[in-house]
């Protein structure tokens, strides 16, 4: 089901299963706060449609809900609220921007192993340092690192996420300026940015220590146009 809520004037849409919460919100006209869950097949009816205003009449008693448009209606049957699961406890902070945060997703996802046998190297390490930003991934093979320098990271914090949240997440954050918040649980997280509020579960386990695999020193450098070396390899 979707969970419907209406307060102040907005609509929060919110789905849910054991990994993840998306919550996205939009502005709405309500004669008074609610909240209900909604059938997913709501969403067979509401594709089809051109865009449009929609009336939505929901019974509190119940819980049928009439969407009426232009030219017709349907209608669907709600349920109560109060058995969908509930936002978790957040304590650590990471801000950043979604450009950032999308760019480190992008760049280092791509290592993260498919192995059932060890769920920790499917996955993407985030962590802060003081004053820069760490995004990391590794199928035991070969790593992905990508770093940003960071002022506002004063303080050591790391996040492990699963490469199917990580996917989510690099499709639906956009490449912008607006600041984005990851708020770090203990079990699970947050993240916060224009109208979305994505919570999913921490990957459990200690990440493996990449930095006693990346070379403290080169000695050899090469150097080449990067649309050749493209070229060269396909």
């Known amino acids: ?26 502005e709405c006209m309500a004669e008074e706060d609610l909240s209900i869950c909604v059938p997913a097949s709501i969403l067979d009816g509401l594709k089809t449609l051109p ?39 957040i304590l650590d902070e990471i801000r950043t921007t979604a450009e950032e945060f999308n760019n480190g997703i992008s760049k280092v996802i791509n290592f993260a192993a498919a192995d059932e046998l060890r769920p920790i190297m499917n996955s993407v390490s985030i962590e802060t340092a003081l004053g820069e930003i760490i995004f990391v991934s590794s199928n035991g093979h070969g790593l992905g690192l990508f770093k940003r320098k960071k002022q506002c990271c004063t303080e050591t914090c790391s996040v492990i996420i699963s490469r199917q949240i ?17 708020k770090v649980g203990s079990d699970w997280s947050e993240i916060s940015f224009e109208d979305y509020e994505i919570s999913f579960r921490n990957v459990e386990g200690r990440y493996p220590n990449w930095r006693a695999v990346v070379p403290k020193s080169i000695n050899l450098e090469l150097k080449t146009d990067t649309k050749l070396l493209l070229g060269a390899i396909k």
């Open 166 to 182: 990580a996917s989510v997440l690099k499709g639906l954050i956009p490449l912008s300026e607006e600041e984005l918040t990851i």
């Open 51 to 89: 865009e449009q205003p929609l009336d939505i009449y929901i019974n509190p008693d119940n819980k049928s809900i009439l969407i009426k448009y232009y030219g017709g209606k349907f209608e669907v049957v709600g349920y109560d609220s109060k058995p969908f699961p509930q936002k978790k406890e």
């Open 1 to 26: 089901n979707y969970l419907f809520e209406i307060k102040d004037g907005r609509l929060f849409i919110t789905t849910a299963n054991d990994e993840g919460r998306i919550t996205a919100s939009l």
